[in-house]
């Protein structure tokens, strides 16, 4: 696509919920992240995929995140047991190569919005 | 763990006025981004230094990675309306792979 895509673009749910958040990346661009930030904040590292595999996943706050990236492409954060920490704005970014090495850029998506009540 | 602190946190300014951030990095730096997030937006690329002591101008933005390539600036000069927003610092460490982001500067025009 022309850009980096995300959905849902707000999404509110209640504590204890499941949650899930899709990433839609550049066509082609093999490397795709996922951050998190809180407002006033920096965006804060969880995952990045270089194809189909976790190439790091430190960035996860605990066992009830999980990301897949079955095919190299759509990837889906999913967020079990939710919390009210939990709430921010959820981002993903693709670059063509690991990390845009080449030109060093990260392409951003408009991010989802989770709130959890 | 590698930290990269970015001051001020704001910065409030009247139009035509200069803004200046900074970012200080507790480990050296295999390169530096920089990124615009305007209010509402997502953050957008606006370069990349790589090379110690390296200096780039984008017209009134002059960005600057220094000599120990573990500080880096980013200065605009007689500032517009159009630049309010959030400016991040983000930078790699050669010992890993991840992208850490300071915390941001907001430019605010004074109206």
């Known amino acids: 696509g022309a850009g980096v895509s995300q959905t849902p673009s707000n999404k509110v749910t209640e504590k204890g919920k499941y949650v899930e958040l899709r990433c839609d990346p550049i066509?082609?661009?093999?490397?795709l992240y996922w951050y998190r930030q809180s407002l006033g904040q920096g965006p804060e590292f969880l995952i990045y995929?270089?194809?189909?595999?976790?190439?790091?996943d430190s960035g996860l706050p605990n066992d009830r995140f999980f990301a897949v990236r079955p095919e190299g492409s759509v990837s889906t954060l999913k967020i079990q047991r939710t919390e009210r920490g939990d709430s921010a704005m959820y981002l993903c970014a693709s670059s063509l190569t690991r990390w845009g090495l080449d030109t060093g850029e990260l392409f951003f998506g408009e991010g989802s919005r989770l709130t959890v009540l | 763990g590698q930290q990269v602190m970015q001051i001020p946190q704001y910065q409030h300014v009247q139009e035509g006025e200069d803004f200046t951030t900074y970012c200080n990095s507790s480990?050296?730096?295999?390169?530096i981004q920089w990124y615009k997030q305007r209010p509402g937006g997502h953050p957008v690329f606006l370069i990349q230094l790589v090379k110690s002591g390296e200096v780039k101008k984008q017209k009134r933005l002059t960005f600057q990675f220094g000599e120990a390539k573990k500080n880096s600036s980013l200065h605009i000069t007689a500032t517009q309306t159009t630049d309010v927003g959030t400016y991040f610092c983000a930078g790699k460490a050669d010992s890993n792979y991840q992208l850490i982001w300071g915390a941001g500067t907001k430019l605010i025009i004074k109206p």
């Open positions: 066509s082609g661009h093999t490397a």
């Open positions: 995929f270089q194809g189909t595999g976790a190439a790091d």
């Open positions: 480990t050296t730096l295999s390169n």
